[in-house]
């Protein structure tokens, strides 16, 4: 029945409304018979170009809204995991807690040492730290301090063979415990996923 009302819709007619042009090709691609209808229906394929490219953009707005919005929350869970595992960790050593981040562990593989440390611990100038894992291996870095105040420090070179060698994956919860003059010794919990 329905594929009688198709087949008498006359698509030459240039009077049909936007709306009865719209119904009509929804129908015919409904039932296969849409093949070439948007030139016949005066629907200019520029325009059609845009709504896609729109649609796309629409797409990527919701994702990367969705996105940002996982990652404030990412955030938020790290700060807090951080916070009770320093809480639970007694230990006679100073130490710091990092959850890694993607920076800490690809990209530009550098680690930020916490400020209160290393004003409290470490020179006014570029020096190397030893790392130690639970194993007793061990690995140098350089600790290099930002240029202006000297106060903020950050693990780099070396640092990435540390995170590749002892296979230190986002989320995972290290802790840094000072034990000895610029020797640490490195705690890893991996994230449960």
Same mark, same amino acid.
């Given at each position: 029945?329905?594929?009688?009302?198709?087949?008498?819709?006359?698509?030459?007619?240039?009077?049909?409304? &936007?709306?009865g042009q719209g119904a009509a090709l929804s129908i015919l691609k409904k039932y296969g018979r849409?093949?070439?209808?948007?030139?016949?229906?005066?629907?200019?394929?520029?325009? @059609?170009? %845009?709504?896609?490219? /729109?649609? /796309?953009?629409? &797409?990527?707005?919701?994702? @990367?809204?969705q996105s940002s919005q996982a990652n404030a929350g990412v955030r938020k869970l790290c700060a807090l995991n951080?916070?009770? %595992? !320093?809480? !639970?960790?007694?230990?006679?050593?100073?130490?710091? $807690?990092?959850?890694?981040?993607?920076?800490?562990?690809?990209?530009?593989?550098?680690? &930020?040492?916490?400020?209160?440390?290393?004003? !409290?611990?470490?020179?006014?100038?570029?020096?190397? %730290?030893?790392?130690?894992?639970?194993?007793?291996?061990?690995?140098?870095?350089?600790?290099?301090?930002? !240029? &202006?105040?000297? @106060?903020?420090?950050?693990?780099?070179?070396?640092?990435?063979?540390?995170?590749?060698?002892?296979?230190?994956?986002?989320?995972?919860?290290?802790?840094?415990?000072? %034990?000895?003059?610029? $020797?640490?010794? $490195?705690?890893?919990?991996?994230?449960?996923?």
């Amino acid at each position: 029945m329905c594929r009688n009302k198709v087949d008498k819709v006359d698509l030459s007619n240039k009077k049909l409304s &936007k709306i009865g042009q719209g119904a009509a090709l929804s129908i015919l691609k409904k039932y296969g018979r849409a093949s070439n209808t948007s030139k016949k229906m005066g629907i200019c394929p520029k325009s @059609k170009a %845009v709504h896609k490219k /729109l649609a /796309l953009r629409r &797409k990527h707005r919701v994702e @990367k809204d969705q996105s940002s919005q996982a990652n404030a929350g990412v955030r938020k869970l790290c700060a807090l995991n951080e916070q009770r %595992v !320093a809480e !639970a960790f007694g230990s006679p050593f100073p130490n710091f $807690v990092k959850v890694m981040k993607n920076f800490n562990i690809s990209g530009s593989y550098t680690l &930020k040492i916490p400020n209160w440390f290393s004003v !409290a611990h470490l020179p006014g100038c570029k020096t190397e %730290v030893t790392l130690r894992n639970s194993r007793g291996e061990c690995w140098t870095v350089n600790s290099v301090p930002d !240029a &202006k105040l000297r @106060k903020n420090y950050t693990f780099c070179g070396g640092w990435n063979t540390f995170v590749r060698d002892n296979d230190i994956n986002i989320g995972d919860t290290c802790i840094f415990e000072l %034990v000895s003059h610029y $020797v640490m010794q $490195v705690h890893k919990w991996e994230c449960e996923t």
